[in-house]
């Protein structure tokens, strides 16, 4: 069974950062493209980042480039989310996800159960 535990959200000032991190089981992670969506207060789930199977390629949404940085461990089967000059707007649950390198935007085939990142003013 494949699981995505997301770890490392929670309450921090504007200006601050925090770093997520997702921990994979049950599936050969070094195979899957990752991405980190975000949900904020009654609005859509949106992308926010992803990474390659090998983490040569990344993408970001426009929000976050610059100030956001998506890595991988193949090694640990973790995917990191890097959270810099973080802004009361980036408030939100953050969902890890895994899927195929053409569709992770889009499409990812699994998902984590998210966690919280609360950016006070």
């Known amino acids: 069974q494949v699981q995505l535990v997301e770890s490392g959200g929670g309450l921090v000032q504007a200006g601050g950062s925090l770093r997520l991190s997702c921990a994979a089981s049950g599936l050969s992670f070094n195979n899957y493209a990752m991405g980190w969506f975000r949900q904020a207060p009654g609005k859509e789930r949106n992308f926010v980042a992803a990474?390659?199977?090998?983490?040569?390629?990344?993408l970001y949404a426009d929000s976050v480039r610059e100030r956001f940085t998506i890595s991988r461990d193949n090694a640990k089967n973790t995917a990191y989310l890097q959270m810099n000059s973080l802004e009361p707007e980036d408030t939100g649950v953050y969902y890890c996800a895994a899927g195929a390198q053409r569709s992770i935007r889009t499409n990812p085939y699994y998902w984590g159960q998210g966690t919280q990142v609360t950016v006070s003013s």
């Open positions: 990474i390659s199977r090998t983490g040569d390629t990344t």
